[in-house]
Structure formats: C-alpha cells, structure tokens
C-alpha cells in the first residue's frame, strides 16, 4: 500500500518535477558549463578559461556598480511598498461598494505587464513626455526624472510601488482577515488604545503576510530588468544598471555570452543567499510571534 501511494504520489508530482528540471536545473547547470570558457555565443570554437570570467568579475566596476544599485534599489522598494502596502490595507479593511472600488484601483496596475508599464511611464516623465508638458501651463518648471543617479532611482522605484502595490494590499487584507476578532475585543475591553492594539495584536498577527511581502519585494528587486530596460535603459551613464540589465547587456549587447553566463551565476548566488537568509530569519520571527 506504501509503495503504490509513493508511486502515485511520484506519478502527480512528475509534471511539475519534469518542467522544474527542464526549464530551472538544466539552464542553471548549462550557465554554469559556459561560464568556464571564453565564448561569444556565436563563435564555434572556444576556449577554457575556468574561474577567468569570475576573476574579471570581481575588478569589473560596471558590474560592481549594478550590485550596488540593485541592493539599495531592492532594500528601498521593499521598505516602501511594504509600508504602504500595510497604511493601505488597514484604510481598505472594512466593508462598503466604495471601498471595493478603491481595492479595483489599487490592484488594476497588476494586472499589466512589467514591459506595458515601463513604456507607459517613459512616456509619461521623460523629459519631452506628458508631464513635463503640462507642467509649464500650472506655473511649475519642467522636471528631469532621468538626468540623475538619484532621482532616477526613486522615479524607478516609485513605478514600481505603483506596479506592485496592489499585490502587497491584497496579501496584508487576507491577513487582517484573519485576526481573531476575540483579540481585539478583549484589548478593548482591557483600555488599548487603536494604536497599542495595532502594535501588540494586529501587527503581531500579520507576521505571516509580512514575510511573503517582504521575500517577494526582495526577490522581484535582485532580478529587475524589464522597467529599467524600458524606462531609463539603465541611464544616466549606467547608474541605474541592475545585475540582471547588466547580464542581459554583457550578453546580446557585447556578444560576451560566457562572461555574461558567471555575472548571471553571481547573481543566483546572491539571491539565493540573500532570499534565504531573510525566509529563515522571518520564519523564525513567525514562530517567536505566533
């Protein structure tokens, strides 16, 4: 009986396993082969070189430059689009037409694609763009969103939080839904204030949602690549590069597809050291909390 149930437990799980393997295992394995050689994606021979392209790696401050910005990029969305996922969600809990319709407004962005909402916003506050059109008819001076390492940081973020900010209310909402209601009740009857009550019952209680908020944001800022890519082509003079844009340029820009393959291998290290680090350590938060 053992064995018949482990049999058809490995016969549901084959299709997942199959595509796991086909579309994760073998092009990481694949990366990781090229990454050893000096290979320009097209040439039909090609050198070893071993650790070479890691070497170079490490010296190359253009790649160097992309980590730093997608870690303060990365840690600055996921504080943001946390934080204001939570102010939203606790305005957004409570019944009513109105406030479906506010929740119908904060989740339409998703329903978008990275690329759409890119080229939307480029349009939009470029220099030349709508903005900046119709500012000079309000009395205000044109704005140059892209022109500085700063400022188009936070633009990029800023389009992101739009983008993602739905997805962040509807996981808080599900978790405010899930407060038992006899806590809050007896907090009020033992004289919490709405603010104690938020900090030692709601919040407390919300640890789960938090932790999938907070790896997602993570895990979506170390692989941005499509906003950059259509909105600031990771201008101005390559301070706004992400490792991904990095890889991606290194690859079909510079035909250096080997070099390009051990940047993509720094970058699974780095988000699997980093989204493994937090998972554990939230994981941990949750178990203390709960």
């Known amino acids: 009986m053992i064995k ?3 049999g058809t437990g490995l016969l549901l799980l084959s299709p997942g396993l199959i595509l796991y393997i086909g579309f994760m295992i073998v ?11 000096d290979w320009d994606g097209f040439s039909e021979r090609y050198g070893f070189v071993g650790l070479g392209n890691y070497a170079r790696a490490l010296t190359d401050h253009n790649f160097l430059q992309s980590i730093e910005f997608t870690l303060i990029y990365t840690l600055l969305t996921a504080v943001l689009i946390n934080v204001l996922g939570l102010g939203f969600a606790l305005m957004l809990n409570r019944q009513g037409w109105l406030t479906r319709i506010y929740r119908s407004i904060f989740f ?11 080229f939307l916003w480029q349009t939009i506050l470029n220099y030349n763009g709508v903005l900046n059109a119709i500012l000079p008819k309000i009395g205000l001076t044109e704005v140059e969103f ?7 940081m936070m633009t990029l973020a800023g389009i992101t939080i739009w983008h993602s900010l739905g997805f962040v209310i509807v996981l808080y909402l599900a978790g405010l839904q899930g407060v038992p209601r006899d806590l809050m009740e007896a907090s009020l009857i033992d004289g919490a204030t709405k603010r104690q009550m938020f900090w030692n019952v709601t919040f407390p209680m919300l640890a789960p949602s938090t932790t999938m908020n907070i790896i997602f944001a993570i895990t979506g800022g170390m692989k941005e690549y499509d906003k950059i890519a259509t909105v600031t082509r990771g201008g101005p003079a390559g301070r706004t590069e992400s490792m991904a844009y990095r890889v991606v340029n290194e690859a079909f820009v510079s035909n250096h597809f080997s070099y390009a393959s051990s940047l ?10 980093i989204s493994i680090s937090c998972t554990l350590y939230l994981r941990r938060r949750e178990e203390r909390i709960l």
């Open 4 to 6: 018949r149930e482990t």
């Open 27 to 37: 092009p990481t394995l694949t990366c990781l082969y090229y990454s050893l050689y």
């Open 108 to 118: 339409f962005p998703l329903l978008l694609s990275a690329v759409v909402v890119g």
């Open 146 to 152: 892209f022109s500085d390492r700063y400022t188009a």
């Open 264 to 273: 993509a291998m720094y970058m699974l290290l780095m988000v699997m050291v």
